[in-house]
């Protein structure tokens, strides 16, 4: 959460750097933005800031230092005063942070003279630097109040001559260019300017000048800094000729299957180590929760292997089984959500080998994994997740079929799913009319059984992010134990209803439901009496879960439109969610 962009160098256009490189990290946070930049003539901190999305153009005069920051709120309204970067009563000091100070009111205490504007946790950091900077080079006032703040957090400071950042949780990137140095929180946004990196490890702290000097923030040890040539391509997204990335991202989804059953190199490693596993734990968060939960189905009925499958921010809470004989496969999009990066970090401690299913090339938890398996989706822009979902989802069946020694038949499902999506996708006109019939609905409710009870979950977490209608996904055994209560006249409720052996009963769960007033829009291979709205998808085996999400994604994107919402970038959400 929160994006980070900073230089310091020869090159006379910092702040314009620093913008284009926001433009790149928006999807961290978009609720309100700020550039802080020193301008040539030595007169001290200029800020831009905005409540907002950032625009596509800024003009900044000539600067040769500058840091900025897209916002995604913890402490604090929305407000351009709570935006970032924030500066010190004296004006000589400017900070941008990513993260939460826990002891924010503890340390609020020692500050006496000093007169906060700001609602944040952020402004109390930068005040306690000011005071130690008075007798302090800069580094040493940042080093003492980073070693008081408590929790996850990424914080750079500068006092118009360099830049001291450091971090605990948070990523920061570090950028070698012909004029100076970069620093960021994700090193695609920095690709443009240099592939020379350095990963800032959780406890070190940055000094950059004319040079870079790498310390432990505890001591202030110095540390040999070495930049890594990266051989990574930078990848910006563009809509082309969509209205929407959300809706180009559900275009790519076939192609984006295809490319998974190319290469099965990780996927065969993976299996291996499957099987040599005592104990295997899938972990994810969201919608990659979901992935995870539809990967425990998989396992039962395809391997007839049990695997555990657990949300990340309650793994470390049940983990007491990990061993060094356990497997954990964590996936994640972004490879920086902090809900997956801290349990990953305690079964490291643990000795458990962990397995990272994930997107980004280079991310905290594909640095931490001891085997890496990316998902290769191509950059994926709309804050709600669509094809990377897809690719987990198609490596979860893969492994599942590989265990089972069927990988052959695992390649042709997929394969048959990817072209039942793209037929889906020619179809979609069914789906906009009905996203135009229940578009007014306060509730709806998303049903499945079996490996369609994670769709229905991530189904209605679609729905509610896109279009903030309240959705419930429900396992449909389990409505009638109290939630049809719920179920009024003309209510939605959607049924997954797969050609397999949960359709009899999903059927009897529509009829229920149907008596009750609502609704009825069937998914599935055939039309039922109790439909009011059918929608077919051939039958595909085990991966009709793919073209049934699709589906969903389809829905959520078409409520989104109709109700004039932006579908790329719902109201609270950001793309990398590294707060607790
Ligand atoms: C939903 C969505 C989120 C993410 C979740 C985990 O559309 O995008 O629920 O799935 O925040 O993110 P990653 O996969 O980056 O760990």
């Known amino acids: 959460m929160c994006g980070i962009f900073g230089y310091i160098g020869q090159a006379n256009d910092a702040a314009q750097k620093v913008f284009n490189g926001l433009l790149d990290i928006e999807y961290r946070g978009y609720d309100s933005w700020g550039v802080a930049y020193w301008k040539m003539d030595n007169v001290g901190w200029k800020i831009e800031k905005r409540v907002g999305f950032l625009p596509s153009s800024f003009k900044f005069p000539a600067s040769n230092i500058s840091i900025g920051h897209t916002r995604w709120a913890t402490h604090g309204g929305v407000t351009v005063t709570n935006a970032h970067p924030h500066l010190s009563c004296d004006g000589k000091l400017a900070l941008v942070h990513n993260g939460i100070v826990e002891n924010y009111l503890?340390?609020?205490?020692?500050?006496?003279?000093?007169?906060?504007?700001?609602?944040?946790?952020?402004?109390?950091i930068i005040h306690l630097i000011e005071d130690r900077f008075k007798n302090n080079s800069l580094k040493h006032a940042v080093a003492e109040i980073f070693n008081k703040m408590a929790g996850l957090s990424a914080i750079v400071v500068s006092d118009g001559r360099e830049i001291v950042a450091c971090k605990r949780g948070s990523?920061?990137?570090?950028?070698?260019?012909?004029?100076?140095?970069?620093?960021?929180?994700?090193?695609?946004?920095?690709?443009p300017l240099t592939n020379k990196?350095?990963?800032?490890?959780?406890?070190?702290?940055?000094?950059?000048?004319?040079?870079?000097?790498?310390?432990e923030v505890k001591d202030l040890n110095e540390i040999q800094a070495e930049f890594t040539n990266i051989d990574w391509k930078y990848t910006q997204g563009t809509k082309g000729q969509f209205p929407h990335f959300m809706l180009k991202e559900i275009y790519e989804q076939p192609q984006v299957?295809?490319?998974?059953?190319?290469?099965?190199?990780?996927?065969?490693?993976i299996i291996k180590e499957l099987k040599n596993a005592f104990g295997t734990y899938f972990l994810g968060c969201g919608s990659a929760s979901y992935t995870c939960f539809l990967g425990e189905y998989a396992f039962s009925k395809i391997a007839k292997k049990h695997v555990n499958f657990s949300i990340g921010s309650e793994f470390?809470?049940?983990?007491d089984f990990l061993t060094d004989k356990s497997l954990l496969i964590a996936v994640s999009q972004s490879g920086e959500t902090i809900d997956v990066v801290e349990p990953v970090n305690l079964a490291k401690k643990k000795?458990?080998?962990?397995?990272?299913?994930?997107?980004?090339?280079?991310?905290?938890?594909?640095?931490?994994?001891?085997?890496?398996?990316?998902?290769?989706?191509?950059?994926?822009?709309?804050?709600a997740s669509t094809k990377a979902v897809i690719a987990m989802v198609a490596n979860l069946l893969l492994y599942a079929y590989g265990f089972a020694g069927k990988l052959e038949e695992g390649i042709k499902v997929i394969e048959n799913s990817a072209k039942e999506i793209e037929e889906i996708i020619k179809k979609q006109g069914e789906i906009k009319k009905l996203a135009d019939k229940i578009y007014q609905a306060q509730h709806t409710f998303v049903l499945g059984r079996g490996l369609s009870y994670p769709v229905a979950l991530e189904a209605a977490l679609k729905i509610k992010e896109t279009s903030y209608i309240h959705a419930e996904g429900f396992a449909s055994g389990e409505l009638k134990h109290g939630c049809i209560a719920l179920i009024d006249k003309g209510t939605p409720v959607i049924l997954f209803v797969p050609e397999d052996e949960t359709?009899?009963?999903?059927?009897?769960?529509?009829?229920e439901v149907k008596a009750r007033g609502a609704y009825v829009v069937g998914v599935g291979v055939e039309k039922a009496p109790s439909f009011d709205y059918f929608f077919k998808?051939?039958?595909?085996?085990?991966?009709?879960?793919?073209?049934?999400?699709?589906?969903?994604?389809?829905?959520?994107?078409?409520?989104?439109?109709?109700?004039?919402?932006?579908?790329?970038?719902?109201?609270?959400?950001?793309?990398?969610?590294?707060?607790?």
């Open 106 to 124: 503890e340390l609020k205490k020692e500050l006496k003279s000093h007169k906060l504007k700001s609602e944040t946790d952020t402004e109390i």
């Open 197 to 215: 990196l350095i990963f800032l490890e959780d406890g070190q702290l940055v000094v950059l000048n004319k040079e870079l000097k790498l310390y």
């Open 257 to 269: 299957l295809y490319n998974q059953i190319q290469s099965l190199d990780s996927v065969e490693k």
């Open 503 to 511: 359709r009899p009963a999903v059927l009897a769960n529509a009829m």
């Open 171 to 191: 990523p920061l990137v570090l950028g070698k260019t012909k004029s100076g140095f970069v620093i960021a929180s994700d090193p695609n946004a920095i690709l």
């Open 316 to 319: 470390n809470y049940t983990e």
């Open 351 to 383: 000795g458990t080998k962990v397995v990272a299913l994930t997107n980004t090339l280079g991310s905290t938890l594909y640095r931490m994994a001891d085997i890496k398996h990316l998902l290769n989706a191509g950059p994926e822009k709309a804050v």
């Open 537 to 580: 998808v051939k039958d595909v085996g085990a991966s009709s879960v793919l073209p049934h999400i699709v589906f969903a994604q389809l829905l959520g994107y078409f409520l989104a439109v109709k109700k004039r919402l932006n579908p790329d970038k719902p109201r609270n959400l950001a793309k990398s969610v590294t707060v607790k």
